[in-house]
């Protein structure tokens, strides 16, 4: 079955960096993109970006431009996240989803950003 | 890029319907078939129910149902159970080669 099990939570003073890693299984890691989406407490839902396992072509939002990375890791069917620059309103739940439709999630991640 | 519009709550009796909307704009739902919507039980991660504004995935239940109208998209719960309450998140892709998501409604089952 297919299972997105992403790394633990995470506590981050501001300014710092983080990275968010997400293992997939049970499919073909390659054929599908992996979405990243959070959310800030009792808040609603945010894309942040997309990043396709076949040939690492990236779409990330704009307001995140130039403080997002998303990478993958064909040999270990692994996704990475990483927010630099991290302020107190980036403190959120963040998850990684198979694809564009986003039909599998993880767990989700929560980071908290805090001096 | 701004958010959909979605009501804040909405809520219905058991084995009624109930129809959510998602309110976007001539460059995202009302351009795109590309309207996906999402169930969130609290402090979990959300389910995937609808894609392509119409299409259920296999495992999902007939009880949920979507469609759109210019744009508007909307979804629809046909018999109401307790285990249907939860938030509601609808997402267009957009004109701008970017995804974006309704500010989520949530579901009372009275």
């Known amino acids: 079955q297919v299972q997105l099990v992403q790394s633990g939570a995470e506590v981050k003073k501001p300014g710092a960096s983080v990275k968010v890693s997400c293992k997939a299984s049970?499919?073909?890691?390659?054929?599908?993109?992996i979405s990243w989406v959070r959310q800030a407490p009792g808040q609603g839902l945010e894309w942040m970006g997309w990043?396709?396992?076949?040939?690492?072509?990236?779409n990330y939002a704009q307001k995140l431009q130039g403080r997002v990375s998303m990478t993958t890791d064909t040999s270990t069917s692994t996704a990475y996240m990483e927010l630099r620059s991290l302020r107190s309103d980036d403190t959120a739940v963040y998850y990684c989803?198979?694809?564009?439709?986003?039909?599998?999630w993880g767990q989700g991640t929560l980071v908290t950003v805090s001096s | 890029q701004s958010a959909l519009t979605q009501p804040a709550s909405v809520s219905g009796s058991p084995g009624q319907s109930i129809t959510i909307s998602c309110t976007g704009t001539?460059?995202?739902?009302?351009?795109?078939?590309?309207v996906s919507w999402y169930q969130q039980h609290p402090g979990k991660a959300p389910k995937f129910l609808i894609y392509?504004?119409?299409n259920r995935p296999s495992g999902v239940s007939n009880r949920f149902s979507g469609s759109k109208s210019g744009n508007t998209a909307s979804l629809t719960i046909s018999g109401l159970q307790a285990e249907d309450e939860a938030d509601y998140y609808c997402?267009?892709?957009?004109?701008?080669?970017?995804?974006?998501f309704g500010g989520g409604t949530k579901l009372t089952v009275l």
């Open positions: 997402s267009s892709y957009t004109s701008s080669s970017s995804w974006v």
């Open positions: 049970g499919y073909s890691f390659s054929s599908y993109g």
């Open positions: 001539s460059s995202d739902v009302g351009v795109y078939n590309y």
């Open positions: 990043i396709s396992a076949d040939n690492d072509a990236t």
């Open positions: 392509d504004v119409t």
């Open positions: 989803a198979r694809g564009d439709y986003r039909d599998y």
